[in-house]
């Protein structure tokens, strides 16, 4: 089974921070990595699709790099909504795996 | 406007069963793969089960569930389920219905429910 990590699992920033969160995966996924932002008592919103592809309706601060085993989110000035939950998620296997979580909090 | 509404999440006895469903509407539903994502309370997320979009469906479920949940899709009704059994503490969750799409060589979910929830009493 394909195990993510990710890193860290809690990050204390101000707003116009750069923040960059990342994710392991145990063997080679390619590029099938996804990211995803859940604000509070919210449905996940998908950020990056395919490691560094922004979604449709994504603010251009949010960026994701990576490949093979090691990618990362960069967001580049926080923005008050972007103190959530960000998540990564593999879709190489038929069985998704979604990495623990970094919840992001105002210092 | 493309839309996912998850229903029929409530409190139920542990062992007991429920089924889960989420409307779709705002897009041509029989055209894409679903999927069931869970969220524990304070916990993260858990993809739970996959169906596609194919006539003769292909599904796939989490070691933790497999056995004791059933996927199914309505295409004339837009409609996605999930029949929960056997059902245990550890099934307590926001339970989310997600659409899937493909792009740049690779799949992810881009349309989520707001979610159902459903608790398991002991």
């Known amino acids: 089974d394909i195990q993510m990590t990710q890193s860290p699992s809690s990050l204390s920033a101000s707003i116009g921070d750069r923040v960059t969160i990342t994710c392991r995966a145990n063997?080679?996924?390619?590029?099938?990595l996804n990211w995803y932002r859940q604000k509070p008592g919210k449905a996940p919103e998908l950020l990056i699709y395919a490691a560094s592809n922004l979604q449709s309706g994504v603010p251009s601060r949010f960026s994701g790099s990576g490949s093979g085993t090691d990618f990362s989110l960069t967001i580049s000035s926080l923005q008050p909504e972007d103190f959530a939950g960000y998540y990564c998620?593999?879709?190489?296997?038929?069985?998704?795996?979604f990495g623990q979580g970094t919840n992001l909090e105002i210092k | 406007e493309v839309q996912l509404v998850e229903s029929g999440g409530g409190l139920v006895q542990r062992g007991g069963s429920l089924r889960l469903s989420c409307e779709a509407s705002g897009f041509t539903f029989s055209t894409f793969s679903l999927n069931w994502v869970r969220q524990a309370p304070g916990k993260g997320l858990e993809w739970i089960s996959y169906?596609?979009?194919?006539?003769?469906?292909?599904?796939?479920?989490a070691d933790s569930v497999k056995g004791r949940f059933t996927i199914s899709r309505d295409n004339a009704k837009n409609s996605l389920y999930l029949e929960l059994s056997s059902l245990r503490d550890e099934d307590s969750a926001v339970y989310y219905c997600?659409?899937?799409?493909f792009g740049s060589g690779t799949y992810a979910m881009d349309v989520w429910g707001p979610g159902t929830t459903v608790s398991v009493s002991s």
């Open positions: 169906i596609s979009s194919s006539r003769r469906s292909t599904i796939y479920y």
């Open positions: 998620q593999e879709s190489y296997s038929p069985r998704y795996t």
């Open positions: 063997q080679s996924i390619s590029s099938s």
């Open positions: 997600a659409r899937e799409v």
